[in-house]
């Protein structure tokens, strides 16, 4: 392995030892644990933020990668359960790891790319809402797949001041799950 993805694994572990405190992650501890040179964590990486943001990219891939595997899991749901389920699994993940999760949002909003994480996990959802809805046309399934993970993304960054509004606190899981139904019923136009 060399040097830069020695870097990247380092940071990875410190990120998934650390959890929520990514702020106390420093290049020179990073430098330390990947047993390398302070200035060559800048070199490569330009500066931490930089290099959080790309663990941090590819700790998300690792899980939407786990959305693929969802159909074994899933065996027997119907269309509409599968979404429910996957949509729950997601908002599990945003809340569990919420540092690394926000990061991840707000670094595709900021600099969207054709194959960041919200496109990868628009993907994932793309044909699970087309099954649930067979009589729509293919822009209509795609509008309302974008439309799913934006709110989905905005009830996440934003999820104090959705809870207060909706007064229904999304920290707890039955609530998200809950909510989570009701944007799936509102979206597909299902009774």
Same mark, same amino acid.
């Given at each position: ?8 694994? @380092? ?5 998934? =030892? !650390?959890? &929520?405190? %990514?702020?106390?992650? #420093? ?46 899991? @899933? ?5 509409? =359960? !599968?979404? &429910?389920? %996957?949509?729950?699994? #997601? ?101």
């Amino acid at each position: 392995m060399d040097n830069r993805e020695t870097i990247i694994q @380092t940071t990875i572990a410190l990120i998934e =030892e !650390k959890g &929520e405190e %990514l702020d106390t992650i #420093t290049v020179r501890e990073i430098a330390k644990k990947a047993g390398v040179g302070l200035g060559l964590v800048n070199y490569h990486f330009g500066n931490k933020d930089k290099l959080i943001d790309l663990c941090v990219e590819r700790i998300i891939n690792r899980i939407v990668e786990q959305f693929q595997g969802i159909r074994e899991k @899933t065996e027997g749901f119907t269309p509409f =359960e !599968k979404l &429910e389920y %996957l949509g729950n699994m #997601t908002f599990d993940f945003l809340f569990e790891h919420y540092a690394v999760s926000r990061i991840s949002v707000l670094a595709d909003m900021e600099n969207p790319k054709p194959d960041d994480n919200t496109h990868r996990t628009y993907a994932a959802y793309l044909p699970l809402v087309a099954a649930c809805c067979p009589d729509w046309d293919e822009p209509t399934v795609k509008r309302k797949t974008f439309c799913l993970i934006s709110v989905m993304q905005q009830s996440f960054l934003r999820y104090e001041t959705t809870s207060t509004t909706f007064d229904m606190d999304l920290s707890q899981k039955e609530n998200r799950r809950a909510w989570h139904k009701q944007i799936l019923h509102d979206i597909l136009e299902v009774a």
